[in-house]
């Protein structure tokens, strides 16, 4: 595998500091944290570790750009122009963030290119749309009176991003707070910081006035926790762990902050035997080994129906036995390595705890190569509901299948977890599938297809898998305020 050094020249690391009321700056601690390549662990640069006196540094500006500065002025349409303008220069840019975002995170190139970068783009110019469309009511209240409401951007607003999809993640958070008027503070995963400063250097040059987006780097409990307890900041938007979010929650009640939460899960994907046996063996495959598995809903629990349950894992594993690892660079890559040393231990882990559960290893479950964090894609047979691997998120490419008789079994066995954030079901009988789509406790149901994702669709979790909605009007709603206005016309 060719070195980091080797890789540099695309994509060039140019932005490695706080970005703070338009400015780039050093950590006031002047302390620095090293970024890696996932796939060779060599370190790609040191970039600003930010601490409470630099997110202080940056309330004070987005406080500034949203209180009195230029942000509260502009017109909404306007908004939405700078919008659209930060969407065209990442697309000028694509090839140099997608290759950015496969150095920081190691995830393949192909993948960074079909799916990050684009994601990004029109996400960006969904929300760019709603600017000028953010609509209160008028209100028939009893009396002589004119009641209407408005919807007012709820202010400063903390976000704190994970490291599976850095830029997407980036999107998802700026678009609707943009667009609704909001300004920003983002601490982005210590893991991956580069994407996050590149577009905000982007969206400078897009003209968004300083102040409006702010990025400090760091950690979560520094940098992360100092954002949650700011009596600055209006609302954080967190995607991560639930561990995390429960902290958050707790560190944001002195507060009383407006909070959103991405979380994780443990999705089931339901195939029936009257399915299209090849599209939902594909379907399965694509829906826990994308992204290495590191996807919040990536549907980790596999239920076969049971007269097509040999055949199906059958074809699972021939299809992991094809499954191309390697250097995330080079294009025909599928699977690239872990994020970290601590998230490649974890998935080892439960390999180790399916094993003595008693589940089969059909395939994978050990290191692939000698070098970098990749894990081969790892299958296990004849699991069981209480196994922890069925239980507990894992992160990462390990795909439990457990075997299932009849409709009234699966719906409960689905439901059978803390988590809710997604399900897919597979058949060719269209009630069936309805019915289970009424039936599981989840903000996303897929039908006959995974991970399906549109800026248009909101997306969000059930149970402990969330609070409130990204994308679509339901994740706008949440960078808003109501107000409700009465005047008297007597
Ligand atoms: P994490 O929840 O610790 O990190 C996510 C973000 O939260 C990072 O930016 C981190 O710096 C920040 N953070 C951490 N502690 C914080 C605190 N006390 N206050 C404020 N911010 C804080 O997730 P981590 O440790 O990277 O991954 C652990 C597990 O979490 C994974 O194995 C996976 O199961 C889950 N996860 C789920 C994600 C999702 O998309 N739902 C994304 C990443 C991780
Ligand atoms: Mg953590």
Redesign the pocket.
């Known amino acids: 595998m060719a070195t980091v050094t080797e890789r540099i020249a695309p994509p060039q690391v140019r932005q490695t500091s706080c970005f703070i009321g338009g400015k780039w700056i050093p950590a006031v601690s002047g302390k620095t944290f090293e970024t890696i390549h996932p796939a060779t662990e060599e370190v790609i640069c040191e970039v600003a570790e930010g601490d409470k006196e630099d997110v202080d540094l940056a309330v004070e500006a987005a406080r500034e750009a949203f209180d009195t500065g230029p942000w509260s002025k502009i017109d909404a349409r306007d908004r939405g122009h700078f919008l659209n303008r930060l969407a065209d220069l990442i697309e000028e840019e694509s090839e140099e963030l997608a290759a950015l975002e496969t150095l920081d995170n190691g995830k393949p190139i192909g993948d960074a290119r079909a799916a990050d970068i684009p994601l990004v783009i029109d996400c960006l110019r969904y929300y760019a749309g709603w600017a000028d469309k953010i609509h209160g009511k008028t209100i028939p209240i009893r009396g002589d009176y004119f009641c209407y409401t408005r919807r007012e951007p709820v202010g400063v607003v903390g976000q704190?991003?994970?490291?599976?999809?850095p830029a997407l993640?980036a999107a998802w958070k700026w678009g609707p707070a943009l667009a609704a008027g909001c300004t920003i503070v983002m601490?982005?995963?210590?893991?991956t910081p580069l994407s996050c400063l590149r577009m905000a250097r982007l969206a400078q040059k897009a003209g968004i006035p300083d102040g409006v987006i702010n990025v400090v780097p760091?950690?979560?409990?520094t940098?992360?926790?100092a954002?949650?307890k700011h009596p600055g900041v209006d609302k954080v938007a967190?995607?991560?762990?639930?561990?995390?979010?429960k902290?958050?929650q707790r560190?944001a009640a002195e507060t009383m902050k407006r909070l959103t939460f991405?979380?994780?899960?443990k999705s089931p994907n339901i195939v029936f035997a009257d399915a299209d046996l090849e599209a939902a063996v594909e379907g399965a495959h694509f829906g826990l080994y994308f992204n290495q598995g590191?996807?919040?809903c990536a549907g980790s629990r596999v239920f076969v129906e049971e007269p097509i349950y040999d055949e199906f894992i059958h074809r699972l594993a021939a299809k992991n036995s094809q499954r191309r690892l390697g250097d995330p660079f080079d294009p025909a890559t599928e699977q690239g390595p872990q994020?970290d040393q601590?998230?490649f231990d974890?998935i080892l882990k439960y390999v180790e705890y399916g094993k003595e559960d008693g589940a089969e290893c059909l395939t994978g479950g050990k290191r692939f190569g000698d070098q970098g964090f990749f894990v081969e894609p790892t299958l296990f047979a004849g699991v069981t509901d209480d196994m922890r691997i069925a239980q507990d998120?894992?992160?990462?490419p390990v795909m439990s299948t457990l075997k299932f008789s009849g409709m009234d079994e699966i719906v409960s066995r689905a439901n059978n977890t803390n988590f809710g954030?997604a399900a897919a079901v597979w058949s060719r009988d269209v009630g069936k599938a309805h019915h289970l789509a009424s039936k599981v406790r989840a903000g996303t149901v897929w039908v006959n297809c995974y991970d399906v994702f549109d800026a248009a669709a909101p997306f969000g979790g059930f149970k402990q898998s969330g609070l409130g909605r990204e994308l679509g009007e339901a994740g706008l709603e949440a960078y808003t305020e109501n107000k409700t206005v009465t005047m008297a016309i007597g």
């Open positions: 704190i991003i994970p490291w599976n999809f993640m601490k982005p995963a210590e893991q760091g950690y979560g409990p940098a992360g926790a954002i949650v967190f995607t991560g762990e639930l561990a995390t979010a902290i958050i560190d991405e979380l994780g899960g590191q996807c919040c994020i601590a998230q974890k998120e894992i992160f990462g954030l």
